[in-house]
């Protein structure tokens, strides 16, 4: 399971329905083109938040149908209603994902007791392996050294995703659990994170820039740090113009240049103006 996944896009239509035809090619350009490891599906790249249980069983659906073998699977099932969680879990694993993921339960301030139990709800209903999702700026949930270790206790949790920029608690995690995955959940800060040893990495931008991505994680795992270094700088020119256009919207308007029919975001994400399609559209040509 070690390795980069992208954090997969969903193309939707005007309608906010899935457009299975433009996924598929979401998937296929992932694979192909960006030669990513693995698929992280429904998180918050993939506008998880934004849809109906239905609309997250049909992309499980169509992305396994897609992706068959060729790459290994996460399924991100986390959810406020924590039936529609283990629902989702029972439903990815009959499907044959090779692992769930699930955010941190967010919104109304939980404490660690109820973090807690939330994923033991889970993985007592769910049989497969377990990825927690930790991304602190979106959910406000922050945990430390010790709580993770509770979590990791459970034999099904064979990792976590970590988006954060704590890379004292990272190394920390990594150096009290040797034997879990971590990823690496900043495209941004991907270097940092693979010198401290982490399994791998989930990202939005690895859609478009996965080649790029790989090459810093190999390099960084080789010790090439100053050529790491070069292509961590490229990257973050690219991602520092993506974030200034709108995320998810420039992401998918450069996969568009790619003639990848990646469609537009869920309401209520906005769209891109004239302007950000043409500087969407710069970006492809400059960088990819
Ligand atoms: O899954 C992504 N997080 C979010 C990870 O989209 C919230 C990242 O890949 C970021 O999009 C990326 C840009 O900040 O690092």
Known sequence: MKGLYSALMCSFDEQGQVNEQGLREIIRHNIDVSKVDGLYVNGSTGENFLISTDQKKQIFNIVKDEAGHDVKLIAQIGALNIDEAVELGQFATELGYDAISAVTPFYYKFDFEEVKDYYTTILEHVDNDFIIYSIPALTGVNMNLEQFGELFNHEKVIGVKFTAPDFFLLERIR?????????????????????????????????????RAKQIFQLAQSGQIDEAREVQKVTNDLIGEILDNGLYQTIKEILKHKGVDAGTCRKPMKSLTDDGVLRAKQMAEKYL
């Open 175 to 211: 150096h009290a659990y040797p034997d879990k995955l971590i990823y690496s959940g900043f495209d941004e800060m991907l270097l940092s994170a693979s010198v401290l040893n982490v399994d791998g990495a989930i990202g939005s931008t690895f859609n478009v820039n996965g080649q």
